[in-house]
């Protein structure tokens, strides 16, 4: 079993950044793709980002490419998005998956372990 939390949600102003962390516990993420998803009120939860095991293949919602980036340190065994020029649809609770295959998917469904999320607010 994996356990994921995720740290460094708050609120922000539009034009703004934040880093969001996810911490694995129980074993190492290392062989595994990690992903990043948001829900925001109302709306099903949808795919920010994710990476390969060994960061080699990242991918990226349209709507956060070129602002948001991925990436992990496997010996700390955690994931990180750099989230900048934060717009106000960005607010959104943001989750951590992790993924029992080495290689990345966009797909929620294809995850196997989740965080608890971390709430982002962004102010226009």
């Known amino acids: 079993q994996v356990q994921l939390v995720e740290s460094g949600g708050g609120l922000v102003q539009a034009g703004g950044s934040l880093r969001l962390s996810c911490v694995a516990s129980?074993?190492?993420?290392?062989?595994?793709?990690m992903g990043w998803f948001r829900q925001a009120p109302g709306k099903e939860r949808e795919f920010v980002a994710a990476?390969?095991?060994?960061?080699?293949?990242?991918y990226y919602a349209d709507s956060v490419k070129g602002r948001f980036t991925i990436s992990r340190d496997n010996a700390k065994n955690t994931v990180y998005l750099q989230m900048n020029s934060l717009k106000p649809e960005d607010t959104a609770v943001y989750y951590c998956?992790?993924?029992?295959?080495?290689?990345?998917?966009?797909?929620?469904?294809?995850?196997?372990?989740w965080g608890q999320g971390t709430q982002v607010t962004v102010s226009s």
């Open positions: 998956a992790a993924r029992r295959k080495s290689y990345a998917s966009m797909s929620l469904h294809e995850y196997d372990y």
């Open positions: 129980g074993r190492t993420i290392s062989t595994y793709a």
């Open positions: 990476i390969s095991w060994n960061g080699g293949t990242t």
